[in-house]
Structures are given as C-alpha cells and as structure tokens.
C-alpha cells in the first residue's frame, strides 16, 4: 500500500511532493533528475512570451545565520544553519517552442508523474488573454496534466503582470475566464503573499474555476547592506531592486497564508509552498489544510544533487512514511487540516479573566 498517494485537484500523485517553478525545474535535465530521484511532480518554471532578460549578476543568494554573532549574510562562514533564499530572477528565459519538445518528452518518459506548466503573460486587454490561451493551449497539447498560472511574480515593471496585479480582482477573474475556456485541465493559481486581499483575491480565483490556489510565492524584500563596505548583500554597480525572500525565513508566514485560505475555504484545494526543508514542515502546511506541497529553497541548496534536491525528496518521502505508519494513517488525508479549528480570533483565546472582550468594553 503507498500511504503517500494522493489525489490532488483531481489528479494522482505518487507523492504530495513537488519541486515548485524556480531553477529546480527550469530545463528538461532537471526535471528529468527530480523524477528518477522521486519527486511526485513538479511546476515547470514559468513560461512565457514577452522579452526576459535577467540582472548581469547573481540571480539567487543563499543567506546564512549563525549562533555566534548571529547575523544573516550569504557569507561563507563556519557552523551557519540556512537562513534563506533571496532572488531577483525573473520567468523563464527559454522560449515558448523550445520547451514544448522538452515537455513533450519528459511526460513520455514518466508518464505517472504529475507536470504542471506554470505561465505567465499580461492584463487588461484581449491579446493578453490570447496570450494566456496559447500558452496554456499549448503546455496541455503536449501533456501537462495541470497548468498554473503565475499571477505573483515579485520582479515585473509591467503593471499588467504578477504581483502586481494580486490587487485586481477582475484582471484575475478574467485572466482565469480565458484559461479554463481554452484547456480543460486543473488549473492552479499561486498568488503573492504581499497583500492585503488575499482572501478576496482566493475567493475571485476559486469562483472563476482555479482548482487550486497556490502559496506562497516570494515575499518581496530587500538584501542586506554591509556596514562596512556599504554593499548590497547582491548589487549590480550598486544598485539593486525589490526581489523575493523565500526559505526557512517565510515559514511562518506563508503558514498564516494558508491558513487564512484554508479557513475561508474548507472545501477547496490548497499547494502550500514556503521554507519546507523536511517533515516538520510539510506537516505544518497539511495541518493547516494544504493538500500538495511545493519545494524550491531546499532543494536548490542541496549540494551535489545538480539543485533538484534527490536527498531531500528520498528523506520527505521516508519520514512522511514512518510519519503515516507510526500514526496508523492511511494518508494524508487522516491529518489534513487537524489545526484549522484551533486557529482563532484573539480575544477567543483563554485570559486569566473574563474582563477582556477584544479591546471593546464589555456591556454591562
Ligand atoms: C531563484 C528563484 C526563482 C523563482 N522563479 C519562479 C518562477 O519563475 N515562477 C514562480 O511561480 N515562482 C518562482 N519562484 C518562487 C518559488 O517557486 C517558491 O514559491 C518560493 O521560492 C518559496 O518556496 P521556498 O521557500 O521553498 O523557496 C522562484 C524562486 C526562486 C528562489
């Protein structure tokens, strides 16, 4: 008996884990890798069809802290635990026709694998959601089993793309009129945390037919300065731009992210992303109700696994496992969402006494 299927939006996954768009997923060798090594699926990095050209320097740091001196650097020192991922990388470089074959082969090649195309396009006017129907048209014609749609890229100028449209509860009901009118596969949405209307923005996506949100993309951030010498933690000729924290250090909040979703929407489907590094964590996503999850600090950390992450799948998948066993769980399904309920208003929670009423007078 595999404890660890699931099924997910409809489709069947060996594992509930996946490698999430990012560089783990950005080339038919890696996915190939992640794969043989077991991922149950993954989120191709998004594609797209407008102009991309990155910075001319590092896209990705990893930051490190320690227990001496304890501060965040990407500096190599001695006895440092992981801290973070910081990237200004923008959407897949590598065009539209070039990742079809590739497409095309990895889902020949494993067929029992879930690939999902992540992509991305504008807003506001037909040809944008033209753009919308070829990409997803086409990521479906050649076997993607989902599509979704990446409406949280933290690093757009253009105001029509990602993040910066998780505000307009109309661009996304439009954007998802589109997809869900040109493919009939499951289609994901992974939003941005840095909003204030997310829950008005899950609520738009789930009623114009996402199967799934997906959270968290990146929290958008700045590096750090050296005191010192007053560089940027990463700069190119010193200058340096919002770019997306991701890692153990958005751990706890894309979990209030999820939660907030899943508290408003018992009944819907969630991919929880965001600092999972082992069990611990991915724990903590399906407890608050997540029914996939998504990994792609940890796994490009990994040393020596070409950054898909092979030891880390092998050690998710052998403690969610023991995890299941030890329980006498069938699957996941027997703990999703045990700490929904205990998720609460403040003044809900006990007081030594009973004179306090959220900051509102108590009637007398
Ligand atoms: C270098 C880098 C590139 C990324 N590129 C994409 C992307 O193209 N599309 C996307 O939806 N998310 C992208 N992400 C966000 C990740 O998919 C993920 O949501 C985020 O890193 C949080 O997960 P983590 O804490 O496991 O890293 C990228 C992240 C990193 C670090």
Known sequence: MNRLATTFTGLKFHNPFVLASAPPTESKRKIMRA???????????TIGLHPVENVAGPRTIFQRASEEKPYVSRNKRPETVSHSSWNWELISDQPLELWLPDLEEIKTTYPD?????????????????NNWRKLAIACVNVGCDAIELNLSCPHMDRKDMGANIANDEDIIRSILKA?????????????????STLVDAAAAAYGAGASSISLCNTFPSLPLMDPETFKFEVEVDGLV??????????LHQALQRV??????????EISGIGGIRGFREA??????????????????????????????IQELKHDLNDYLERKGYSS???????????????SQVRRKSDAYNGGYEIAS
């Open 35 to 45: 794969f043989e090594a077991g991922w149950g699926g993954v989120v191709t990095k």
């Open 113 to 129: 694998r879930m690939l999902i195309g992540s992509i991305m396009a504008g807003a506001g006017n037909e040809e944008e959601m």
């Open 179 to 195: 997809v869900t009118s040109a493919v009939s596969v499951p289609i994901w949405v992974k939003l941005t945390p840095s909003t």
């Open 241 to 250: 731009t919002s770019g997306g924290l991701g890692g153990l250090a958005i």
């Open 259 to 268: 939660s907030d979703i899943a508290r408003a929407f018992p009944d819907k």
């Open 283 to 312: 724990f903590n996503f399906i407890a608050h109700g997540a029914g996939n999850l998504q990994v792609c600090t940890a796994a490009m950390e990994e040393k020596g696994s070409g950054g898909v992450g092979v030891k880390l």
């Open 332 to 346: 996941i399904e027997d703990f999703r969402g045990i700490a929904r309920e205990r998720i609460v208003e403040h």
